[in-house]
């Protein structure tokens, strides 16, 4: 039912940094990022509520990247600095559906959101 946009993603060197957005055709709940780099398993990256009042993120990203969302637009930020060539990977938006309501909570399951962007690569050379 919603279709969601990425788009920010390419080629940066260590040290530097990108924004990374999500436009969903449509409302959503919550909202989160994901990445998976080859040959491993798809890992949380950072969430936010519905309102943007609430965030989360992964240790491994903590105090580098910044969350955001502008809901009236439906759209989804991720600032990405301070890069580093482990941060290299495909990156997914993800949101959960407007049915859930105005959530004042954040998810980190993949299994907990209901819609999925295509992916956008970030790759972060040394």
């Known amino acids: 039912q919603v279709q969601l946009v990425e788009s920010g993603g390419g080629l940066v060197q260590a040290g530097g940094s990108l924004r990374l957005s999500c436009a969903a055709s449509g409302r959503t709940s919550s909202m989160g990022w994901f990445r998976q780099a080859p040959g491993k398993e798809r890992e949380f990256v950072a969430a936010?509520?519905?309102?943007?009042?609430?965030?989360y993120y992964a240790d491994s990203v903590k105090d580098r990247f910044t969350i955001s969302r502008d809901t009236a637009k439906n759209t989804g930020y991720l600032q990405m600095n301070s890069l580093k060539p482990e941060d290299t990977a495909v990156y997914y938006c993800?949101?959960?559906?407007?049915?859930?309501?105005?959530?004042?909570?954040?998810?980190?399951?993949?299994?907990?959101?209901?819609?999925w962007g295509q992916g956008t690569q970030v790759t972060v050379s040394s």
């Open positions: 993800a949101a959960r559906g407007s049915i859930f309501g105005r959530e004042s909570r954040v998810y980190t399951g993949p299994g907990e959101y209901t819609y």
């Open positions: 936010i509520s519905w309102s943007g009042g609430s965030t």
